[in-house]
């Protein structure tokens, strides 16, 4: 994981446990986490979707899958409020 990911998720009030992130029982939607989105590193998620406009291998979507994480192939600007 890149280092912004840390940086932005102390932006996002995160509380960082070890290589994780406490996101205390959030909903939380991730437009253009791509293969690597930052809520494969959470503990604690509600419910976590990503979108991203791109195609990946399958495996990239297993690890989605075993999170219990949706993954949406579509574009940020075709997301609505109730993704």
């Not at 290589?19 to 959030?26: A, E």
């Not at 930052?38 to 195609?55: M, Q, R, Y």
């Amino acid at each position: 994981v890149s280092q912004s990911r840390y940086v932005y998720a102390r932006y996002m009030g995160l509380s960082r446990v070890h290589y994780s992130f406490d996101v205390s029982n959030k909903r939380i939607l991730d437009i253009g986490g791509g293969p690597t989105s930052i809520l494969l590193k959470t503990i604690n998620l509600k419910e976590g979707k990503v979108c991203d406009p791109l195609e990946y291998p399958d495996w990239i979507y297993q690890r989605y899958k075993v999170k219990n994480i949706k993954y949406s192939i579509q574009r940020g600007e075709d997301v609505n409020e109730k993704d």
